[in-house]
């Protein structure tokens, strides 16, 4: 059975046909092998987030400037860190998307007060990526 929809993803709108497709449950019955366990077994260690998306202790100052993301993508690099003094139009940060690298520069001059996200995290649009006052 085919079922369309409409469906709008970033104000574009697309026509779109589902197939139900019905699955046969299959009983699979195996012999079951036992071993003889000749060592402790070992404990199941957490695994960590991939990406950290900001840090928790720096929030958004709403009087700095922002240096926000410009597009979807991966911080590359920092060419500055916190209390690194910079000028309007300086290159402060890689941002990698699409395959390929872009310069996000200071919008003015000041000095950087927070980083908001770690090298090699992944940002949206609009992101705030660090703030200068």
Not at 33 to 39: E, K, L, Y
Not at 97 to 122: Q, R
């Amino acid at each position: 059975m085919t079922k369309q929809y409409k469906i709008t993803v970033n104000g574009k709108t697309y026509d779109v046909s589902v197939e139900e497709v019905k699955q046969e449950k299959v009983r699979v019955s195996a012999p079951v092998v036992q071993q003889a366990q000749t060592q402790a077994p070992k404990p199941v260690q957490q695994a960590k987030p991939a990406v950290q998306a900001a840090s928790p202790s720096a929030a958004i100052d709403e009087n700095a400037v922002s240096v926000k993301a410009t597009m979807p993508g991966t911080i590359v690099s920092f060419s500055v860190a916190v209390g690194d003094k910079v000028t309007e139009g300086q290159v402060v940060a890689i941002l990698e998307a699409m395959k390929m690298e872009n310069e996000l520069t200071a919008p003015a001059s000041g000095e950087v007060k927070s980083i908001h996200v770690e090298k090699g995290s992944s940002v949206v649009e609009g992101q705030v990526i660090l703030q200068i006052k």
